[in-house]
């Protein structure tokens, strides 16, 4: 079955530590989307990519990185900079075409300590 | 960006309709209007989006005005596993981009 797939589900981490977050989807899409959603609030935009080896940074892109390398793939790199790195991370991906939906992932909560 | 409004919280009573307004005032004449929701600790599913007419699929309607300024998502039967935030998006085409920006929703709560 075609999907999006963000592991690992739940994440831990020392404080200080980049950590790297996993997207994959076999949907054959274009466009593919990194969201942070903290606890009572909406869904702010990381980053995004339109094609492969290109991307834009969204509306809170310090402290994090990404790249898109190939097109079922868009890694989230959390590095030590991000202040509060703690939250609800989800993935999403849509074709490119104008009148489509997108499709998330099931997200991954990190927690850092 | 063109921007949505949305309710905080609604109520709706099982089995009854249930009616999420959405304010979009600044929506321009090529953007679709989007709905999602959001069950609690899982991402974010589709339901239905629409450009200026009104359309129903097997989850719901969407009402649009005819300005185009407000929409209105309907479960028509509305069931416990219909509590969740349910956002409202407009398509974003700001510098020729395809940015999905979303809200902070409505938090549907279905009483039993």
């Known amino acids: 079955d075609g999907g999006i797939t963000q592991s690992p589900k739940y994440l831990f981490r020392k404080e200080g530590q980049n950590v790297t977050l996993s ?3 076999n949907l054959n899409h274009d466009a593919m989307y990194w969201y942070r959603q903290d606890p009572g609030q909406g869904l702010r935009l990381i980053y995004y990519s339109q094609i492969v080896n ?3 940074k969204g509306d ?5 990185s990404v790249s898109r390398e190939k097109k079922e793939s ?13 939250a609800f991370y989800l993935c999403a991906s849509r074709t490119g075409r104008l009148n489509t939906e997108a499709f998330f992932g099931q997200g991954t909560r990190l927690t850092v300590v | 960006d063109a921007k949505t409004t949305q309710p905080t919280s609604m109520d ?4 009854r309709a249930a009616n999420l307004p959405c304010n979009h005032s600044t929506i321009s004449g090529n953007e679709y209007v989007y709905w999602y929701r959001q069950i609690h600790s899982q991402g974010p599913q589709y339901i ?17 005005t005819e300005d ?4 209105t998502l309907i ?5 416990l596993r219909d509590t969740a935030v349910y956002y409202c998006i407009v398509r974003d085409y700001g510098g020729a981009t395809n940015k999905l920006i979303f809200g902070t929703g409505t938090l549907l709560a279905v009483q039993p």
Do not use: W
Not at chain 2, 68 to 71: A, G, L, M, Q, T
């Open chain 2, 48 to 64: 239905i989006h629409g450009l200026k007419n009104n359309e129903t699929n097997e989850m719901a309607s969407l009402i649009i």
């Open chain 2, 12 to 15: 709706c009573a099982e089995g």
């Open chain 1, 54 to 56: 290109d991307f834009q």
């Open chain 1, 60 to 64: 809170i892109a310090e402290g994090y």
């Open chain 2, 75 to 79: 479960l028509p039967h509305a069931t």
């Open chain 1, 74 to 86: 868009f890694p989230l790199t959390v590095t030590s900079a991000q202040k509060n790195p703690t």
């Open chain 1, 23 to 25: 997207c994959e989807q």
């Open chain 2, 68 to 71: 185009r300024k407000s929409s």
